[in-house]
């Protein structure tokens, strides 16, 4: 698979993720997120499939912007999308402002995620 198209794909899964519609379906979350998937989030929280599945269907989604998009291609079947966010909740006024890094992995048929870390950084 060439990188631009990998680069593409997972584009799209990172931006299906942060769809209300994705988050608030345990049903999706379960498609796109692989069952060894774990997040270190930008609050230093860490936490697997089982919590994500628990908790993002129950909470008002936030809103969620991403640019800058990188990919690199570390093995077959594996890649690593960085970029930068921006998150506004439900419950805050501020925007938090992070850089994200993802790693994916290709089952075959579908590119799904199995790492996540968002940093805190300086407002871009």
């Known amino acids: 698979m060439h990188s631009n198209t990998i680069k593409q794909q997972l ?4 931006q299906l993720l942060v769809q209300p519609a994705t988050r608030l379906s345990a049903e999706l979350l379960n498609r796109y997120l692989a069952d060894d998937f774990y997040e270190i989030g930008a609050s230093g929280r860490c936490f697997g499939k089982a919590d994500v599945l628990q908790r993002l269907p129950t909470e008002t ?3 969620i912007s991403q640019q800058d998009f990188d990919c690199r291609v570390l ?4 890649a690593q999308l960085t970029y930068r966010a921006t998150i506004q ?32 950084c300086k407002a871009f």
């Open 11 to 14: 584009i799209k899964l990172e």
């Open 61 to 63: 989604p936030p809103v």
């Open 89 to 120: 909740r439900a419950e805050n006024d501020a925007i938090a402002y992070s850089v994200r890094s993802s790693l994916c992995r290709f089952d075959g048929k579908n590119w799904q995620m199995i790492f996540h870390q968002g940093t805190a």
């Open 75 to 78: 093995a077959d079947g594996l």
